[in-house]
């Protein structure tokens, strides 16, 4: 059983940054990889950005690309997602959740979901 915590959400101004971590427990070999996604009031949850933990290999969804940067910390467990350049539209709770496989788009790849951390962000 892995268990995911996220922390780091906040409320911040329009241009400004977050950073959010997410710690994992129970990890196993079994684990391919992580990804953040978020999920905004009225909307469906969207993917973000994902990471091997292997290799590390990064993805992007194209609305955060060159503003967001996902890393990972493999002696900590802990996955991180840096937001810069923040835009009201960013505003969502922000998931993180682990995956088995090298897919990474689709919430259906992934095992073990965090609770979720609100982001907020003025305009």
């Known amino acids: 059983?892995?268990?995911?915590?996220?922390?780091?959400?906040?409320?911040?101004?329009?241009?400004?940054?977050?950073?959010?971590?997410?710690?994992?427990?129970?990890?196993?070999?079994?684990?391919?990889?992580?990804?953040?996604?978020?999920?905004?009031?009225?909307?469906?949850?969207e993917f973000v950005a994902a990471i091997n933990w292997i290799g590390g290999n990064t993805y992007y969804a194209d609305s955060v690309k060159g503003r967001f940067t996902v890393s990972r910390d493999n002696a900590k467990d802990t996955v991180y997602l840096k937001m810069n350049s923040l835009k009201p539209e960013d505003t969502a709770v922000y998931y993180c959740a682990e995956r088995r496989v090298a897919r990474y788009y689709s919430e259906r790849e992934y095992s073990y979901w965090g609770q979720g951390t609100q982001v907020t962000v003025s305009s």
């Open 1 to 45: 059983q892995v268990h995911l915590v996220e922390s780091g959400g906040g409320l911040v101004q329009a241009g400004g940054s977050l950073r959010l971590s997410c710690a994992a427990s129970g990890r196993t070999f079994s684990t391919y990889g992580m990804g953040w996604f978020r999920q905004a009031p009225g909307k469906e949850r």
